[in-house]
């Protein structure tokens, strides 16, 4: 039976690779991300996403993963992750429920229901049928922007969690009316548990004030405590959330440069984590220009949280 995740903050996770020829899954160092994150007053976990290289992992590497951090986060917080690779709608189904016995919520990856020449009309048939395929089991959305973006107007939206299986929808459009739209939307289904946990950390401070659960992006995995503090306290600090919400816009073009190459040097490089700047979806590298960029960018948030009195989480 699905029920209502907790509102706040929902890393990205990203996957730490061993620098060996198979770039292996670093386990060890995953451990210790997922403290951290922790640490940090996270509400959940998103486990196997885009920032987690998802389509560079096959798909016993996916169940792995998950496995792994359900097992290490032994119920302390919620865990999503993604279960829509591609394929026919039964072969989807059938990885949904594998990924169900590892998560809270099985999230749909939007792009993976319909082609992109195709209309929400055929969309809706095809999530109708993973529905009918996947018993109970607590699913999730996600607008992830490859291989191409794909949004739900909020007409669909709505119908979307009139559907009641659906708990978790981290979204990506990065635009105020459409985010207004689709929370508005939410408004017209009594009692619904779908939460809106906004991707765009520009936007985040407007998507709480309108109704919105929470955060779900990148950011969260170069100050993860930030988002978890705005989350919680954007309505009774309104001053400090603004001072929050200023430096999040700011910053994010910045950590979303060559990322996730860009969060694996900033932990390694700036924050003294054992984490080797190995990815599987591309080999960054950074000029002294852009590590320079990323110093200030952690500069920043640091006299922030000074003057704020938010206490940064080390490893």
Same mark, same amino acid.
């Given at each position: 039976m699905a029920c209502r995740l907790r509102d706040g903050s929902w890393p990205t996770m990203i996957t730490p690779f061993h620098n060996d020829s198979a770039k292996s899954i670093d386990y060890d160092m995953l451990g210790g991300l997922?403290?951290?994150?922790?640490?940090?007053?996270?509400?959940?976990?998103? +486990?196997?996403?885009?920032?987690?290289?998802?389509?560079?992992?096959?798909?016993?590497?996916?169940? %792995?993963? *998950?496995? &792994? @951090? $359900?097992?290490?986060? +032994?119920g302390r917080v919620s865990i999503v992750g993604c279960g829509t690779f591609g394929g026919?709608?039964? %072969?989807? *189904?059938? &990885? @949904? $429920?594998?990924?169900?016995?590892?998560?809270?919520?099985?999230?749909?990856?939007?792009?993976?229901?319909?082609?992109?020449? %195709?209309?929400?009309?055929?969309?809706k048939s095809n999530l109708e049928k993973l529905l009918e395929l996947t018993d109970d089991i607590p699913l999730g959305?996600?607008?992830?922007?490859?291989?191409?973006?794909?949004?739900?107007?909020a007409e669909m939206f709505e119908w979307v969690a009139s559907t009641d299986r659906f708990v978790?929808?981290?979204?990506?459009?990065?635009?105020?009316?459409?985010?207004?739209?689709?929370?508005?939307?939410?408004?017209?289904?009594?009692?619904?548990?779908?939460?809106?946990?906004?991707?765009?950390?520009?936007t985040l401070k407007f998507s709480l004030e309108n109704g919105g659960a929470g955060y779900s992006g990148v950011a969260a995995n170069f100050y993860p405590w930030l988002h978890s503090w705005l989350c919680k306290h954007w309505k009774d600090q309104p001053q400090?959330?603004?001072?929050?919400?200023?430096?999040?816009?700011?910053?994010e073009t910045t950590i979303a440069h060559k990322y996730p190459g860009s969060v694996k040097l900033y932990l390694h490089h700036l924050c003294g984590f054992p984490i080797q700047e190995i990815c599987r979806t591309a080999k960054y590298s950074f000029s002294d220009h852009e590590i320079a960029c990323l110093q200030n960018v952690k500069g920043l948030m640091e006299d922030l949280c000074a003057e704020a009195g938010i206490e940064p989480v080390k490893k």
């Open positions: 997922i403290e951290w994150y922790i640490k940090s007053g996270v509400a959940g976990l998103f +486990a196997v996403c885009q920032s987690s290289e998802m389509y560079n992992l096959s798909s016993e590497e996916r169940l %792995e993963l *998950a496995r &792994f @951090v $359900k097992q290490r986060v +032994a026919t709608i039964e %072969e989807q *189904a059938e &990885f @949904v $429920k594998l990924m169900s016995k590892e998560t809270d919520a099985v999230v749909v990856i939007v792009n993976q229901m319909v082609q992109e020449h %195709e209309g929400e009309e055929v969309l959305l996600y607008e992830c922007p490859v291989p191409y973006k794909r949004c739900m107007s978790f929808h981290k979204d990506t459009t990065c635009s105020v009316s459409s985010i207004q739209a689709k929370l508005r939307a939410l408004e017209n289904v009594t009692g619904n548990k779908l939460g809106f946990y906004n991707a765009n950390a520009t400090v959330a603004d001072k929050v919400q200023r430096f999040l816009a700011i910053a």
